[in-house]
């Protein structure tokens, strides 16, 4: 039997985040011993914040890796807590310009496709594998209209045209704990880098099982 194959991606740098936490996870989760001893081959990437790379690179990765899943991290700074996220919605901002200070011209991120799409994961069984790393999660369904959103719609729509990659995913992280500075007086409730890592790694070692629960 072939070995599974997962794509886990974050982003890069954008207006106000010169180091985005999401990217650094995204490869320091691909490469952690867990998942090398899961035997299952990673390819992590960091996309660029730029809604032209977004659907070039993912169409890109997704026809040359052929993944069984794809994993994302993205930062969501106003939450203190994971998210998992369970539908993306086919709407740009208006408001806010990509990292090269572009906005998309139309509306819709893509013309003739459904208003929203639905995870393509067992979102309940990655929120308890979240929550039993120790890191506070919950579900969303919201995962905005910015650079992220775009980029999970991107791989759902592939996917339900071609039904590959079968799993399809993203998780929105917070501010790791210290990264940013808090409010005099306010105790610091985000989780730190290790914290988002274990989480990370629960995560994927999760998609790998239901994975492997589909095959058999």
């Known amino acids: 039997m072939a070995k599974l194959k997962i794509l ?4 890069g740098p954008f207006a106000g985040v ?3 936490p999401s990217g650094e996870l995204a490869v320091r989760v691909a490469s952690s011993r867990r998942i090398a001893s899961s035997g299952v081959r990673i390819h992590s990437t960091v996309i660029p914040t730029v809604y032209e790379e977004v ?23 106003s939450t203190p807590f994971l998210r998992i996220e369970t539908r993306a919605t086919n709407v740009a901002s208006s408001v806010y ?17 459904p208003q929203f799409l639905s995870v393509r994961a067992p979102a309940r069984r990655l929120l308890h594998a979240a929550q ?4 506070k999660a919950k579900l969303s369904i919201d995962a905005g209209s910015y650079i992220c959103n775009a980029a999970f719609f991107q791989c759902l729509d592939i996917a339900r045209h071609s039904s590959e990659p079968p799993l399809v ?3 929105h992280i917070p501010w790791p704990r ?7 007086g306010r105790r610091d409730l985000r989780p730190k880098m290790e914290a988002l890592a274990r989480a990370g790694e629960a995560i994927l070692l999760a998609l790998v099982s239901a994975l492997r629960t589909r095959r058999a």
Not at 97 to 113: C, F, M, Q, R, V
Not at 132 to 135: A, E, F, I, L
Request: without cysteine.
């Open 8 to 11: 886990v991606a974050g982003f």
């Open 18 to 20: 010169p180091n985005n």
């Open 55 to 77: 659907f070039s690179t993912l169409s890109r990765l997704l026809k040359a890796e052929e993944p069984d899943a794809v994993l994302m991290f993205g930062l969501a700074g």
């Open 97 to 113: 310009p990509d990292a090269t200070g572009e906005k998309l011209a139309h509306h819709s991120l893509i013309s003739g496709a």
């Open 132 to 135: 039993s790393s120790g890191v």
């Open 169 to 171: 995913t993203f998780v």
């Open 178 to 184: 210290g990264s940013r500075r808090r409010k005099a």
